[in-house]
């Protein structure tokens, strides 16, 4: 199964002003992809979207860890 989910908005003033996002998803028996795209320049921070659902967050943290033999 494929499902595309897209948002687009647009606006003028000064500049021409643009918001917009897209999500595609698929999903097989072995097998699932997830992408996500999003963009503006409105000045909406974006960064607050992200998160890690791991645990411990040892893929996402830029702390290394030297051990002692």
């Known amino acids: 199964m494929f499902n ?3 948002t687009l908005g647009g606006g003028y003033g000064d500049e021409g002003l643009w ?3 897209v999500i595609a ?5 072995n097998s699932q ?3 996500t ?4 320049n409105t000045g909406e921070d974006l960064s607050q979207e992200l998160y ?11 702390k ?6």
């Open 64 to 69: 290394y860890v030297l051990l002692k033999n």
């Open 4 to 6: 595309l989910i897209a």
């Open 52 to 62: 890690s659902f791991d645990n411990d967050y040892s893929r996402t943290s830029n």
């Open 33 to 35: 992809f997830l992408a």
């Open 37 to 40: 795209y999003k963009g503006n």
């Open 19 to 21: 918001n917009n996002s």
């Open 25 to 29: 998803t698929y999903f097989r028996r």
